[in-house]
Each structure stands twice: as C-alpha cells, then as structure tokens.
C-alpha cells in the first residue's frame, strides 16, 4: 500500500495499492452478518434459530402444564371474561360445558363435540 497525502479539506487520502480507490478516513463501516454470509442464509439461519426458542419453550410450557393440571380449573365465569368476545364465543363455552369437558383443561377431539351422543 503506497500512501498519497493531499490537502483536501484537511483529510488524508489513502490510495490502495492496485485498486487506484481512495479510502477516507472515518469511512469504516462494517459489514453485516447478512451481507456477510447473504441475506437469504441469513435469514433461513435467524429462522432456524427462532424455531429451536419456541420448540424449547413449548417444551417448557408443557412441562408446567403437566405439572399443574390438578391445580388448575377454568371456571365457566372466568373463560367467558377472558376469552369470548361475542355470542357465538360464549356458545362455544356453553357446549364445551354441556359436552362435560370444559371443567379442566379441555382437550376434546372435534369429533367428540360434533357428537350428540
């Protein structure tokens, strides 16, 4: 690398060896981890890491919720205060209860409901 020292403005100008570019000082800007490795694998990588947090805390949650289920009851009251919104929500939780499967975590197959055994 030769060096050229001009009174431009005060600045000193590097001229790169080959390439005849002129680099000013300050001008650092560094690369991105996209543009480094391209921005599509960047992105494929970001969401391969993204799906490995949520698998990692559906684990976890399950986890929780294995070990609480007897603790925990869903009161009719308390689902139609947090959950429904409107009439045919509130019908939901109507039949869910009438089926027998809205006391505690309700886990019924859709076919079970459709029943009207």
């Not at 800007?29 to 543009?35: K, N």
């Amino acid at each position: 690398m030769r060096g050229v020292h001009g009174s431009r403005e005060g600045n000193v100008q590097i001229v790169h060896g080959n390439s005849g570019k002129v680099a000013q000082k300050g001008s650092v800007r560094r690369r991105s981890r996209a543009e480094k490795v391209g921005r599509l694998k960047y992105t494929i990588e970001l969401l391969k890491r993204l799906e490995r947090q949520i698998s990692e805390i559906d684990v976890r949650t399950r986890t929780l919720m294995a070990g609480l289920r007897e603790w925990i009851s869903f009161e009719p009251s308390y689902i139609q205060k947090v959950a429904c919104e409107d009439e045919v929500d509130i019908e939901i939780i109507t039949c869910l209860i009438q089926k027998g499967v809205g006391v505690y975590c309700p886990q019924p197959s859709p076919q079970s409901l459709l029943d009207t055994t």
